[in-house]
């Protein structure tokens, strides 16, 4: 499956863009971030182009090997961006690292199996404080470390500003000149949900190659150069690829946002929506779910989000209906017609948008249509069609490891993504396609029946709306199913009409919220058609799943296996008898 349209020429590498938009817009605003203190820090194209020449410069004197990329330790910030942008700039790969395996981590041992496979000859690490015991515990003596602030003294840390000291613009221009298509461009690991993090190699032609593709399918973003507010870490391809590079690509600007999505932790996102009014907007259910409560609540808020936005994308499988409806309601109560709201379907492999719908998909969440340039296979695999690709933005394999390359490729050149997707009319591939679950999250009971999870889910999500945002249904070899839910606690509070500083628990088992939910449970086990999509018993768990404990996954779906692994706890409570506190079971 391809599409007529072709793909369009592209930039060697993606700081071509910066170069452009230096020359053509220099004054225009790129980065910017909301500092703690409350200060706004702004760089225009021209400043971020003369500290990216400076850092490449840096880089360039240290002659570093090829082939052990620099490992970047750090949050999304300012400093980060431009080192990578210098790093890019200069042809030195780079590998960004999640900073649980540093800040959480007790044992290092995911960021030690990283050091071993890099042997990185550089470590940037944005604060020294926070990320100096992880550096101390994995790295080789004598490595050089570049610190922003806190700068460390075992082992002695270079200071980031001594990177823009000087800049050689012949030696930048040569280094740049000499960057190929396939040259490495960084190396970004697999969450590791199912064992070692996985480095995926990206060339400059996939990163450069994956933004024609997306400035093609969504072509208002050359129109209208993106403004986007963004806080999806870049250590993760929706973030660090996706919408990092299509800031840069359009020639938009791209404020920086130190929030995350959940109610502690909201704020800095809503302070910089009320200050950014992006034209498209990308974010998780999770992230959705937590805006709306202040959406609601705040109608200048809310008028700035949607005065001039074009988009608004979710990433992973599916956004619940229920706020799917919101965002269209509020839509057209605040400026008189709905939003696109769509989404695709990549993975980290494939940098990370091969396909997406770019038309309105009336509420129902489609994998779409190849962009421009990819060619998509669905070939049979266990009863369902695999989603397999080939094109420029599909990755060459892993970093030092020939042999989970040769088994990520089909015969024919394919990568096999492990998604299963179905056709939306079945003879009509023109009509695309959507999303039908991850083949290895599929299981049998104990009676030796196939339960098929996607769809499972997809039912107990809408049956259980609007208490719940996601679910995970449970478990392999067992005699009947359960699901572990992820409630909205926002629509929790609503209908548990509590006091405003009721603790999650006490909502969670406010009699109205406990009614719905058995109502929801004895709905999903009444209208099942055999014991593999039957229901039977229910618990809810008030911590999310995150990307940081490996439950959400790199594409910010909701990780099967690593929420079964995990919460062993919650397992045996659903399955003891008697069931255990706060299980509810369906009754007949």
Known sequence: MTLDEPLNSYPATLTDRLVKW?????????????????????????????????????????????????????????????????????????????????????????????????????????????????????????????????????????????????????????????????????????????????????????????????????????????????????????????????????GGSLRIDTGRPTQELVGPTVQNLREVAPTLYLNTPQGFATLLPYFRREPELRRNFFSRLKLIYYGGASLPYHLWDELDRMAIETIGARIMITSGLGCTEAGPVPASANWDPERVPLVGLPVPGVEIKVAPVQGKFEFRLKGPCVTPGYWKNPELTKAAFDEDGFYRTGDSVRFIEPGRPEKGLRFDGRLAENFKIASGTWVHVAELRERAIAALAPLVLDAVITAPDRDFLGVIVFPNMDACRNLAGLHEEASDDEVLTAPAVVEQLQNGLDLLARSATGAASRILRLSVTSEPATLDTGELTDKRTISQKAVLQRRLGVLQSLYSEPAGRGVFIARA
């Open 22 to 250: 230096a020359i053509e817009k220099p004054n225009q605003v790129f980065l910017s971030m909301r500092q703690d203190d409350g200060s706004l820090t702004e760089l225009t194209y021209a400043d971020t182009l003369k500290r990216v020449e400076a850092i490449a410069t840096a880089l360039i004197s240290r002659d570093l090997p090829a082939d052990r990329p620099i490992v970047m330790l750090s949050e999304n910030d300012i400093e980060t961006a431009l080192f990578v942008l210098g790093a890019l700039h200069a042809g030195v790969p780079y590998a960004p690292v999640s900073p649980a395996y540093s800040l959480l981590s007790t044992d290092y041992l995911k960021l030690k199996g990283v050091f071993d496979l890099l042997d990185p000859p550089l470590i940037f690490a944005a604060d020294g404080a926070r990320y100096g015991r992880a550096i101390r515990a994995v790295a080789r003596p004598g490595v050089e470390v570049v610190t922003v602030f806190n700068h460390l003294s075992d082992p002695a840390s270079t200071p980031f500003e001594t990177l823009l000291n000087s800049t050689d613009k012949q030696a930048v221009e040569r280094a740049h000149a000499a960057i190929r298509p396939e040259t490495v461009a960084k190396i970004l690991f697999t969450s590791g949900t199912t064992g070692s993090p996985k480095g995926v190699i990206y060339p400059h032609l996939m990163m450069s190659s994956q933004r024609e593709q997306v400035a093609q399918t969504f072509a208002f973003t050359i129109d209208e150069p993106a403004v986007m507010v963004d806080w999806l870490p870049w250590h993760h391809t929706f973030g660090g690829t996706q919408n990092f590079g299509t800031a840069l690509y359009s």
